[in-house]
């Protein structure tokens, strides 16, 4: 069966930071991404790596503010985010995707978690 399990979620002042992981059990996935929500909108796309190479992609938002990384050994992926904004305020979701090619579309991703509230204060 398989299971993504984020964590790391919290409430934090603008400018902090925090580490969100997602630790997948039962296959590995080619594609590790994390997407957001808030109530009333659509999920957003926010950064995506893949399990082999490493290689990482970010939304526009994000960049320069937020890393992506892995750990195969334990089948987790990080989210560390820093300079963190108001307006990123959202629920956090992992997800993962077997496809050949990473994709930015929330439909492409055949698995995802159950979600960990950020909350970032101005």
């Known amino acids: 069966q398989v299971q993504l399990v984020e964590s790391g979620g919290g409430l934090v002042q603008a400018g902090g930071s925090l580490r969100l992981s997602c630790a997948a059990s039962g296959r590995t996935f080619r594609t590790m991404g994390w997407f957001r929500q808030v109530p009333g909108e659509e999920r957003e796309f926010v950064a995506a790596?893949?399990?082999?190479?490493?290689?990482?992609y970010y939304a526009d938002f994000v960049k320069g503010r937020f890393t992506q990384s892995r750990d195969n050994a334990k089948n987790t992926v990080y989210l560390q985010m820093n300079s963190l904004k108001p307006e990123d305020t959202a629920v956090y979701y992992c997800?993962?995707?077997?496809?050949?090619?990473?994709?930015?579309?929330?439909?492409?991703?055949?698995?995802w978690g159950q979600g960990t509230q950020v909350t970032v204060i101005s």
């Open positions: 997800a993962a995707d077997s496809g050949l090619y990473v994709s930015r579309r929330s439909d492409d991703y055949d698995y």
């Open positions: 790596i893949i399990r082999t190479t490493g290689d990482t």
